[in-house]
């Protein structure tokens, strides 16, 4: 019996090893960092055709160390065959943000680059450190990214959140599918 998987898409883990040579494949990511205290950044305000930047997130509250950051970008998948319209993290804001002491990053984002941006720097063959630039500072502070969730909507005013993260746990990859739940208390 065959099961073929997306490892990238719908709500998954982003593990290190998908861009740093000695990074964690996705079932080596330790699972404390799946669980624990959860704050919602609402960012939904920020326009979808351009990136967050520092001085965006310097607005938002303070994040005490050890939270799972939970980004609520409102995102909604194009009707058609259109490029994903959302806001995304520039290399900067993703830099300053990895400096917090966060136990995991989760976005209902379906990444937290620039699908369009990407794929431009893919077709002029562009170094790895400049297509995947939002990734590095967070793989290098060995934060994992979780994106593609959904229904962070419902915790929009909660002040007492718990993630808990369930990745799939297939060996020797950059990713995996990932059922996720908040406990809200």
Same mark, same amino acid.
């Given at each position: 019996? !065959?099961? *073929?998987? @997306? +490892?990238?898409?719908? $709500?998954?883990?982003? &593990?290190?090893?998908? =861009?740093?040579?000695?990074?964690?494949?996705?079932?080596?990511?330790?699972?404390?960092?799946?669980?624990?205290?959860?704050?919602?950044?609402?960012?939904?305000?920020?326009?979808?055709?351009?990136?967050?930047?520092?001085?965006?997130?310097?607005?938002?509250?303070?994040?005490?160390?050890?939270?799972?950051?939970?980004?609520?970008?409102?995102?909604?998948?194009?009707?058609?065959?259109?490029?994903? !319209?959302? *806001?995304? @993290? +520039?290399?900067?804001? $993703?830099?300053?943000? &990895?400096?917090?002491? =966060?136990?995991?990053?989760?976005?209902?984002?379906?990444?937290?680059?620039?699908?369009?941006?990407?794929?431009?720097?893919?077709?002029?063959?562009?170094?790895?450190?400049?297509?995947?630039?939002?990734?590095?500072?967070?793989?290098?502070?060995?934060?994992?990214?979780?994106?593609?969730?959904?229904?962070?909507?419902?915790?929009?005013?909660?002040?007492?959140?718990?993630?808990?993260?369930?990745?799939?746990?297939?060996?020797?990859?950059?990713?995996?599918?990932?059922?996720?739940?908040?406990?809200?208390?």
């Amino acid at each position: 019996m !065959t099961f *073929t998987l @997306l +490892s990238h898409g719908g $709500a998954h883990l982003d &593990a290190p090893g998908r =861009l740093l040579r000695d990074g964690l494949a996705a079932d080596q990511v330790p699972l404390d960092r799946f669980y624990g205290p959860a704050r919602i950044w609402d960012i939904r305000w920020h326009d979808r055709n351009t990136p967050l930047e520092i001085n965006d997130l310097e607005q938002m509250p303070e994040i005490q160390p050890g939270t799972v950051l939970l980004l609520f970008s409102g995102y909604a998948p194009p009707a058609d065959d259109d490029w994903p !319209t959302y *806001t995304w @993290l +520039s290399p900067q804001a $993703a830099t300053w943000l &990895a400096q917090k002491p =966060l136990r995991a990053l989760a976005t209902d984002m379906p990444s937290i680059g620039s699908f369009q941006q990407t794929w431009s720097l893919l077709e002029r063959d562009r170094q790895p450190e400049e297509v995947w630039a939002e990734r590095i500072p967070f793989f290098r502070a060995g934060i994992p990214i979780i994106e593609g969730l959904t229904n962070l909507d419902q915790l929009e005013h909660e002040e007492h959140i718990t993630f808990a993260g369930f990745p799939l746990a297939i060996s020797d990859r950059t990713g995996a599918p990932m059922r996720a739940v908040a406990l809200v208390y």
